[in-house]
């Protein structure tokens, strides 16, 4: 019972946010923007007060001194999770730029269709927003301004906008004669800075930069650093002879680097960016490619994703690294919305994007009803959508519909919807959505209650986090583990670039516990299946083998593991 009147009333402006950006009643807005602004300055913790002291404080009506329960008690509320289910997640960190406010975004979705930060930069820096009627060329500016600010003051980037700070940088560069290194080549969930090795000489790089969107911060012959999108990136030059050497270096990790010089300097050798030298007589052995320095190091190539450090040096010594799950091992998507809760597509249409994508299986995977989400699932629509789906599988392509439910895991452990519901389904994911803020041993046994029902066959995005907004909650992930190893359980690797969840450590304990990891793109929209491949690399990273990994059964394996 912690909460702080700032916490409860940052929730309730939220809400009013984005009642104003979905186009709520205006009095409702009110209703809510006043009641945070009250909150915050009552000077005793409003936490403490019940239903009935609530309703006492001016500008407290009914309605909202609920709500306020609510929060108080399990971090969230209905109201709150149904309108984030309504707009993509990418859209409410808006709010977070200077002087952008909820009405704005609300144009701005409406009217251009921008979703994220990344669209409002390209709607900008491509100058489209001018021509929206009340914004201007200075509010434009305004706008890439902010996104500077807010990037510099954010800390790691995940992987799209990584991506974004990339496709931009890409112009000023030759393809085929540069490659990105560092975290971003190891797949990491975040990035800190990125660093690119280019072939190309700085004679001929540096002005191009100087002429690009980029700010250049500093420019030598070596080595340039840039700003992109508010983000660092450090561009090294190099020969191509020695083009492997410096890519092996710069794609690190540190760890990585330390160990094998060590290795290295065993065998009188001394590893650095421009190749392997011979201490006895200062020859140095030059790479053009990764592939023949591993081999003159005498060492099975090792994959980026798992240079950590972590064990995979000593078996490329035996020649003795796993085999790891690829895209060619997936045979389907274990987490899909469709239009029958929060997401955009149809049944028909997710079989047909399924084929498309030469998968024999996707699990259709909506939300419970549970929340009070209005377009959650409840036992009768739930049964409704078995015939359509069989009715959708009956016309079949290759790809089966399986029918699932991402179900709640509620404050008290037990879930959204009763056992009989779902003993029916293919498959169920039970996912945590509201009451994140509970101390540790409650989260945990939560969790642990949900997966020790015998419907339950995968534990959804186990820590919620969301990457950069929302750190995990606290949990007790060994002891999860422990006991989805004694249950039988999977546990998610979602795929969505803003979860990444599990992340790739827990992904190798998991695996190293006998525990299944299953991938699901968390997909509400057309895009998002091809964020499988985040999962994938996520796996890679957790040194999963195709066996370790729920979506490479066939149908037939699938459901026998499931029943
Ligand atoms: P980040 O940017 O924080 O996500 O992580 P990285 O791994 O990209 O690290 P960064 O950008 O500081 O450095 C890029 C690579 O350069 C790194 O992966 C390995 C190499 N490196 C950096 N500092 C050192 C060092 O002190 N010793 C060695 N051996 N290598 C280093
Ligand atoms: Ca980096
Ligand atoms: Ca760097
Ligand atoms: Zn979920």
Known sequence: MDVSNREIASKLLLIGQLLEITGDNVYKIRAFNRAADVIERVNSPVALMSEEELKLVPGIGPAIAKKFREIVETGTCNELEELRGRVPPSLVELLNLEGVGPKTIAVLWKKMNIQ???????????????????????????????????????????????????????????????????????????????????TESPSLINPKLRNSAAEVIDEGERKTSVRVLGQRVDIRFTHERQFGSMLMYLTGSKEFNIRLREIAIEKGRKVNEYGIEDRADGKLHE???????????????????????LGEIELARDYQLPLLVGPSNIRGDLHVHSDWSDGALTLEELAVKGEGLGYDYILCSDHSATLGITHGLDEEKLQ????????????????????????????????????????????????????LKEDRDTMTRRVIMALENENVDIIGHPTGRLLGKRPAFEIDMSRVIDRARDTGTSLECNASPWRLDLDDTYIRHSKDNGVRISIGTDTHRDNEFSNMRYGITLAQRGWCSPGDIVNSLSMKELIDWAS
């Open 116 to 198: 994220s930060i990344g669209d409002l930069e390209k709607a900008a820096s491509g100058r489209r927003i001018r021509s929206l009627k009340g914004f201007g060329e200075k509010k434009e500016q305004g706008f890439l301004k902010s996104i500077a600010l807010y990037r510099a003051a954010g800390g790691r980037m995940n992987r799209v906008e990584a991506e974004a700070v990339v496709n931009r940088l890409a112009g000023s560069l030759t393809p085929g004669t540069w490659v990105v290194a560092g975290s971003y080549r190891r797949g990491r969930s975040t990035i800190g800075d990125i660093d690119i090795v280019t």
């Open 287 to 309: 790479f053009s490619s990764e592939k023949d320095m591993f081999a003159f190091l005498g060492l099975q190539y090792i994959i980026p994703e798992l240079r950590e450090n």
């Open 384 to 435: 409704r959508q078995a015939h359509e789906i069989e009715r959708v599988n009956r016309k079949a392509g290759a790809c089966t519909l399986l029918h699932g439910i991402e179900v709640d895991i509620l404050s008290n452990g037990t879930l959204g919807l009763p056992n009989h519901a779902l003993s029916d389904l293919d498959l169920v994911i039970a996912s945590v959505h509201s009451g």
